[in-house]
């Protein structure tokens, strides 16, 4: 069986790291630039905490990776000093942040070049579903990439799609995220503009769901924004940098996209003034009166 590397061991890393140990892989390596994050976890799943990136590649057979953005990307496969990339002769990098198609298309080619091979995995779900192994997963690489770490993915997702080559999985997910998004500010609107006019939003909540203004960002954040409950499951900062990824692709694209736009602006507003690590259910935080 595939000895596991985890690299970035936030909410969503850790919590992956912990289901496949659960299911029987041997997680033998953990990275975190927070050391102490990656100590614990190491702790609680009696693998190594490591301290260079080298280290991780050396002693696992599969890596995952889950950092930030595309800087933090770039740091883990550095083309000199520590990287994922030495010894990696054979093993295999499944890549799973969102961050731009460039990024992994570089990931991709250097993988290549060391004789490794690297697979995007985009996720659509959070916290609970990492832990339970229930991630929606969209997949960008070659087929065959695919096919050999296909028995690790099936532990981690309840379902999964292989969308393309290297950056199409990206591609799809900046969609996926900047809709999502775009749904978020509407709703955080409309039930702002509910209590404005004195509206009971319970009542308002039960009326959008039985209607055409039902979503799933309804049943996810509805409530969270009614009661001012934004424990992060998924950070207004990530939704700021999604949304911009996918405003890149517009314009790349020769679009104009108005309402992708005006929802950048306001997360991106968020991260500014110091709430950027709320869930991105705080964007009601900017449209209840008088809260923010």
Do not use: W
């Amino acid at each position: 069986m595939e000895r596991i590397g985890v690299v970035g061991v936030g909410r969503m890393g850790a919590n992956m790291a912990r289901r496949l140990k659960d299911v029987g892989y041997p997680v033998t390596a953990v990275y975190d630039i927070r050391t102490e994050s990656a100590q614990q976890l190491a702790t609680e799943l009696g693998a190594e905490a490591c301290s260079e990136l080298a280290q991780v590649t050396r002693l696992a057979d599969v890596i995952i990776t889950v950092v930030t953005d595309d800087a933090a990307m770039k740091k883990i496969f550095a083309t000199g000093g520590d990287s994922l990339l030495k010894h990696a002769k054979g093993k295999i990098f499944i890549n799973c942040a969102t961050v731009s198609p460039q990024s992994h298309l570089r990931v991709e080619a250097l993988a290549r070049k060391k004789g490794a091979h690297a697979l995007e995995a985009c996720m659509a779900s959070s916290i609970t579903q990492a832990r339970e192994g229930s991630l929606y997963l969209m997949l960008g690489g070659e087929p065959e990439v695919f096919d050999r770490v296909k028995p690790i993915l099936e532990k981690l997702s309840a379902s999964m799609r292989h969308v393309g080559g290297a950056g199409q999985a990206a591609k799809v997910k900046a969609l996926v995220n900047m809709v999502m998004n775009i749904n978020t500010a509407g709703l955080a609107e409309g039930l702002g503009l509910g209590e404005a006019l004195g509206l009971d939003l319970t009542m308002l909540r039960e009326v959008f769901s039985q209607t055409g203004a039902n979503s799933n960002v309804l049943r996810t954040d509805g409530e969270d924004m009614q009661n001012r409950d934004h424990s992060c499951y998924f950070s207004a900062a990530h939704a700021a940098k999604d949304s911009g990824i996918a405003l890149k692709l517009a314009r790349e694209a020769g679009l104009t996209l108005p309402l992708a736009a005006a929802t950048f602006k306001q997360y991106r507003r968020m991260t500014e003034e110091g709430l950027g690590e709320l869930d991105k259910s705080g964007i009601a935080e900017l449209t209840f009166k008088g809260r923010h």
